[in-house]
């Protein structure tokens, strides 16, 4: 070996070893910063909901398909139960049975026993008073007179229940005649609930039977939304107090793995979820994707706070929340801003030509 290829040799060693040795440094910069809380979410199909039935029965027409548009009203199944229409029927003939306008001549027999009992006491009570005049001249029997006092108590009595009987049958009949109506109307109500419609103008996303099948009210037999779609975020228990309508709302989707979004908080849902010890915050999109289908899962920041044309460093320089060292070595005291993972604000203790060492960790 040459003494030329050593000095290139020795030179290259020094090089590498003074590349490894190269400290980082870096000054602080005027940066926009925010500071933000974190929320995971999904996509959901404004006013999204599963489609039940509130009746048993085989499903015997299913009227859409998958992704069809459809209007308010329109008809989504149709089921077949034959009882919902004997229960109909049923309810008719009792009603019809029960009706309190066919049912008028027993009120109108009732009220004329009402009339008659009154005619009566009328007249046993002239009798009584003519006994009396005549029992007063001395005139007549004693048991006649009494005779009439009963008479007249008794028409009393029979005026009374005449009275009772005649308002029970106006009650009862009444009573039987809305029980009646009020049955057919659950009966017709009940027939009508095996056509199920849309509640929403919207899209069928998804249908969870087929015909033929058993439907019943524990299963759902379709997702069914609008066309717009909203964010519901989970935001955790210690964040919730940050969280107010109209903060904006940065979304990342591994459906779009390189692209952000944007929306804004748009409610704040003010009961917990005790299982998950988060809180449901809806987000409205201002920044959406082309393409969008409800359940898609995505990552968000909820931006609380920002700050424009700051001093910032980044914030893995910080060796504390109120120390950084400066190139020469020197802990130096700072006060801090906001600050996230990436950047954090100075608001004193050192400038924009203050040199900064990273301490590695």
């Given at each position: 070996m040459n003494t030329r290829t050593v000095v290139t040799i020795l030179s290259c060693s020094i090089f590498l070893f003074s590349c490894k040795q190269k400290k980082e440094t870096v000054s602080p910069e005027i940066k926009n910063?925010?500071?933000?809380?974190?929320a995971s979410g999904i996509v959901l199909s404004k006013n999204q909901y599963e489609v039940f039935t509130r009746v048993n029965g085989i499903i015997k027409e299913i009227a859409v398909k998958e992704g069809d548009r459809i209007k308010k009203d329109d008809?989504?199944?149709?089921?077949?139960?034959?009882?919902?229409?004997l229960s109909t029927d049923n309810a008719k003939l009792n009603a019809a049975i029960n009706d309190y306008d066919a049912n008028k001549g027993k009120v109108k027999d009732a009220y004329n026993s009402v009339q008659l009992a009154r005619k009566n006491l009328s007249n046993d009570s002239i009798l009584l008073e003519r006994q009396k005049?005549?029992?007063n001249q001395k005139i007549g029997a004693r048991i006649e007179l009494e005779q009439k006092e009963l008479n007249f108590e008794r028409s009393k009595v029979a005026l009374t229940q005449a009275k009772v009987s005649y308002e029970d049958l106006k009650r009862q009949l009444e009573l039987a005649s809305q029980q009646s109506k009020n049955n057919l109307k659950i009966a017709q109500t009940q027939e009508k609930d095996l056509k199920i419609r849309s509640t929403v103008d919207g899209i069928v996303y998804k249908i969870n039977i087929e015909e033929g099948e058993w439907a019943g009210p524990n299963a759902a037999l379709a997702v069914v939304g609008e066309e717009d779609f909203i964010i519901e975020l989970n935001v955790d228990e210690f964040d919730i107090v940050k969280i107010k309508e109209n903060q904006p709302?940065?979304?990342?989707?591994?459906?779009?793995?390189?692209?952000?979004f944007e929306a804004v908080v748009s409610a704040i849902y003010p009961i917990m979820n005790e299982r998950t010890r988060t809180f449901k915050v809806e987000?409205?999109?201002?920044?959406?994707?082309?393409v969008l289908y409800p359940n898609l899962t995505l990552e968000a920041n909820i931006v609380i706070n920002e700050k424009k044309n700051v001093l910032t460093i980044p914030t893995s320089y910080l060796l504390t929340d109120s120390t950084v060292m400066l190139e020469d070595k020197t802990i130096q005291k700072v006060k801090i801003g906001l600050s996230d993972y990436n950047l954090t604000e100075i608001d004193s203790g050192i400038s924009a030509s203050s040199i900064?060492?990273?301490?590695k960790k």
């Open positions: 910063i925010s500071e933000s809380v974190y008809i989504l199944f149709v089921i077949e139960n034959p009882n919902a229409k005049n005549l029992w709302v940065i979304v990342r989707m591994d459906s779009y793995k390189s692209q952000t987000a409205a999109f201002t920044k959406k994707p082309d900064l060492l990273l301490q």
